[in-house]
């Protein structure tokens, strides 16, 4: 029975790393297309989600006990959670993957912020309410 060194070893553990990241690196970028996607092509796409968040909007806005709360909402979908916030005097931010639907809700008058959940962008206990939902 052959045996290798273990330094041939290392190598191909080394290799099956570095396939793995890369596998998982293509998986983010097909998953970050599709959002584009529905985000920017096809946005009706989150029209069956309105009543989750409406639902939200009404626990946020009875827990409203100043003007000009923050609230940051992780995902823009097609932005109606933005806009509706904003429309009750909240100083909205949101954070995207998508540079497309960023710049699509700062058009909005809304802070908008490239980036991703595990890595926030933002200092902690900044906002007033934190709104991560699918």
């Known amino acids: 029975m052959y045996k290798c060194c273990p330094k041939e070893n290392q190598v191909a553990e080394l290799s099956k790393t570095r396939q793995s990241e890369q596998s998982g690196r293509d998986r ?35 827990k409203k006990i100043k003007i000009a709360q923050s609230v940051l909402n992780i995902g823009v ?12 005097g909240f100083d909205v931010y949101s954070l995207d993957p998508s540079e497309d ?17 595990e890595a926030m962008p933002f200092e902690h206990n900044q906002f007033d309410f934190v709104i991560a939902s699918r």
């Open 77 to 88: 979908g097609d932005g109606y959670l933005e806009k509706a916030l904003l429309r009750r």
């Open 28 to 62: 983010q970028k097909n998953q970050d297309k599709i959002w584009d996607y529905f985000q920017n092509v096809s946005p009706e796409a989150f029209r069956a989600g309105k009543p989750r968040l409406d639902f939200i909007l009404r626990q946020v806005f009875r």
């Open 101 to 117: 639907a960023i710049q699509g809700i700062v058009k909005s008058g809304i802070h908008g912020q490239v980036g991703v959940i």
